[in-house]
T-cell receptor, first 112, second 114 residues
Framework: EDQVTQSPEALRLQEGESSSLNCSYT??????LFWYRQDPGKGPEFLFT???AGEEKEKERLKATLTKKESFLHITAPKPEDSATYLC?????????????FGKGTKLSVKP | ETGVTQSPTHLIKTRGQQVTLRCSSQ?????VSWYQQALGQGPQFIFQ???????GRGNFPPRFSGLQFPNYSSELNVNALELDDSALYLC?????????????FGPGTRLTVL
């Protein structure tokens, strides 16, 4: 069964304290791995798509990496405005088109 | 460029009623997917519409149904509401069959079933 597990469930950081969020996945064949940011009561905001092991993408203080079993979202020198829930999702070969399988997310809090 | 919009923002219904949620896709997008997100959980795929046809469905009962219109907007209908249907309902649009295209989400409709 295709599955996504994110850890930790919650992460508290001081402003400027870098860290990483983990997304482990089990999928029959990976078409793509997606990272989203979600603020309370709002829809997910697209961050990155990764397609193959070894691929990396960056945006401001965020960097996403991908291996054959997991993805990391590295946050460098975070600011309070980075506080949100970060969702990881995979799309599998052979699955329903458009079916993103999401993890439960990591809730990040960054204190000034 | 107009993003994905959804209406209404909030909705309160009682068990057994029916509800219709609406979504307008992002400009240039012809594919719409619907997701249900319970509190503290990740979104779960309900179904996808491409060019007015259902193109994939998740593990949801038939009382969850949908439509897509020629302008690519979409509706999600839920009949015989149950308490467990209380959730944030998200609509996402993309350019094609979302094979490898990013899906862009709307703000969601918060449904409460009493």
């Amino acid at each position: 069964e295709d599955q996504v597990t994110q850890s930790p469930e919650a992460l508290r950081l001081q402003e400027g304290e870098s860290s990483s969020l983990n997304c482990s996945y089990t999928v029959s064949g990976l078409r793509g791995l997606f990272w989203y940011r979600q603020d309370p009561g709002k829809g997910p905001e697209f961050l990155f798509t990764l397609y193959s092991a070894g691929e990396e993408k960056e945006k401001e203080r965020l960097k996403a990496t991908l291996t054959k079993k997991e993805s990391f979202l590295h946050i460098t020198a975070p600011k309070p405005e980075d506080s949100a829930t970060y969702l990881c999702a995979v799309q599998a070969h052979g699955g329903s088109q458009g079916n993103l399988i999401f993890g439960k997310g990591t809730k990040l809090s960054v204190k000034p | 460029e107009t993003g994905v919009t959804q209406s209404p923002t909030h909705l309160i219904k009682t068990r057994g009623q029916q509800v219709t949620l609406r979504c307008s896709s992002q400009s240039g997008h012809n594919t719409v997917s619907w997701y249900q997100q319970a509190l503290g959980q990740g979104p779960q795929f309900i179904f996808q519409y491409y060019r007015e046809e259902e193109n994939g469905r998740g593990n949801f009962p038939p009382r969850f149904s949908g439509l897509q219109f020629p302008n690519y907007s979409s509706e999600l209908n839920v009949n015989a509401l149950e308490l467990d249907d209380s959730a944030l309902y998200l609509c996402a649009s993309s350019r094609g069959l979302a094979g490898r295209d990013e899906q862009f989400f709307g703000p969601g409709t918060r449904l409460t079933v009493l």
